[in-house]
């Protein structure tokens, strides 16, 4: 019988086989995966930034698997050899009502303890970003930028020589626990383990029995590329202050490792879990948003929002006109349309958006339920807590 299975090979379930292996390297770990190649939906559709931690409330999970993650992952990269590259962030008020958010901001990154933070005024951030206006702005020198795919391509090499077997097109259909063992089926196979562990990401609500509580709600984010011209006149990461009723970023213009400048992402409601077009509809996704209740509570808290996402993904010149606001020397002709990625985001029966990480554990299962931005950043830290989670109560044989 297998130790651990885990579902899916993102970026936190192979961050989590990694730790399991760090804490005990004799163990028989299994991951199933649908797809014929590891993580190609959120890890590897994101923006590419290791965040610094700011924004997360002090405590929350999110805050500690940040920063703890943070560094677990540039050790990883350092020790194997995977690029990173420190560009710094600046976040930028642009207009005076916004000077209050980021002053709190700036508080909330010096209690997080985000490492360098300064704030900045107008003539400060033109020597950082000499083409973004702005009035007051938060300085964080020490943001890197990474791609995530680079990581995971790493982390299935050094799992597989390990002994760990990442079974592709195995797509698990349904888990559940006896006793002392967990039973997973697939189409092709039905498995036995010690313990399961479901990192399904934007599937991950299929495999709880939640009584309908909470539910995956998934959101497309859009971008656009800089044209070659004017990547160059970017030099990190610039982002709005975030409106704090939301749990997304705001539309910013991201420095990659590659060297493209990306705008983006934006946040529309998707029609499917995996729709990365406008166009892509799932029927039964689509039923499953339209008869649960919290999207109707959501939609009526946001359906302004709402609807400007939608708009501004319609039209190239509502989407130029947000990131003037920021870079005002932009033009219709140096945005390009770019790649998307959706987020898995799970919304509660009443509509609210939790903004924590969310895990949960039943019997020998233990449920990612809600691993959103910045889980890339943190999914070594997530994987070492939900390692010794698993662990805590597995009988080891050796
Ligand atoms: C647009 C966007 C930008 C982002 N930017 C950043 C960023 O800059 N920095 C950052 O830290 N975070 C960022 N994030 C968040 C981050 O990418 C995700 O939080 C993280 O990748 C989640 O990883 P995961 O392993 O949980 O999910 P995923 O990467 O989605 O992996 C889940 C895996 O499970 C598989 N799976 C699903 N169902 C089944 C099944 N039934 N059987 C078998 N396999 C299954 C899927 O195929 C997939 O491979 C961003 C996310 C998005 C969408």
Redesign the pocket.
């Known amino acids: 019988m297998t130790d651990v299975i885990l ?8 961050a989590t086989a990694y730790e399991l292996l760090e804490i005990n390297n004799n163990l028989k770990i299994k991951i ?4 014929c190649k ?14 610094s931690g700011i924004y997360y409330k002090p405590n929350s999970l999110k805050a500690k698997n940040c920063i703890e993650g943070k560094e677990k992952l540039i050790q990883f990269a350092n020790k194997y050899d995977v690029q990173i590259k420190k560009v710094g962030k600046v976040i930028i008020a642009t207009k005076d009502k916004q000077i209050k958010l980021l002053k709190q901001l700036f508080e909330r990154g010096k209690k997080n303890n985000v490492g360098k933070i300064e704030l900045i005024d107008s003539n400060q951030l033109k020597e950082i970003e000499p083409y973004i206006r702005a009035l007051k702005a938060i300085w964080l020198p020490d943001v890197q930028i990474i791609n ?1 795919f680079e990581v995971i391509k790493k982390l299935v090499t050094l799992l597989c020589r390990s002994g760990v077997e990442i079974l592709y097109n ?4 349904k888990i559940y626990s006896h006793d002392k063992e967990s039973i997973v089926e ?1 189409k092709k196979q039905t498995f036995k383990s010690k313990k399961v562990i479901n ?6 609500d ?1 495999f709880v029995e939640k009584g309908k509580k909470f539910q995956i709600i998934p959101f497309r ?1 859009e ?1 656009y590329e800089l044209n070659s011209d004017k990547k160059n006149l970017i030099n990190g990461l610039v982002y709005p202050i975030k409106d704090p009723r939301f749990p997304f970023l705001g539309v910013h213009l ?1 420095k990659m490792i590659c060297g493209k400048v990306k705008a ?2 934006n946040a529309i409601l998707a029609f499917s879990r995996e729709g990365y077009h406008r166009s892509d509809i799932s029927i039964r996704d689509l039923i499953e948003i339209l008869k649960f209740p919290g999207f109707w509570k959501m939609s009526a808290k946001y359906w302004k929002v709402g609807l400007y996402e939608l708009y501004r993904s319609c039209f190239r010149r509502i989407f130029l006109r947000d990131l003037t606001e920021m870079m005002p020397c932009l033009t219709i002709e140096d945005l390009k349309k770019s790649t ?5 985001q799970i919304v509660l029966k009443d509509g609210n958006m939790p903004d924590d990480f969310i895990f949960e554990r039943n019997n020998n299962i233990i449920h ?1 339920i809600n ?9 070594f830290s997530i994987g070492k807590y939900i390692a010794n989670l698993a662990l805590s109560k597995l009988p080891i044989n050796n």
């Open positions: 579902i899916g090979a993102g970026i936190v379930s192979l199933l995966e649908k797809e590891p993580a190609l939906h959120q890890s590897s559709r994101n923006s590419g930034v290791i965040h995530y195995h797509k698990v259909l697939t990192c399904s990401g934007l599937f991950s299929r984010g971008y991201t983006g992402p998307s990625g959706v987020r898995a990612v691993a959103p931005s910045p889980a890339a950043t943190a999914a």
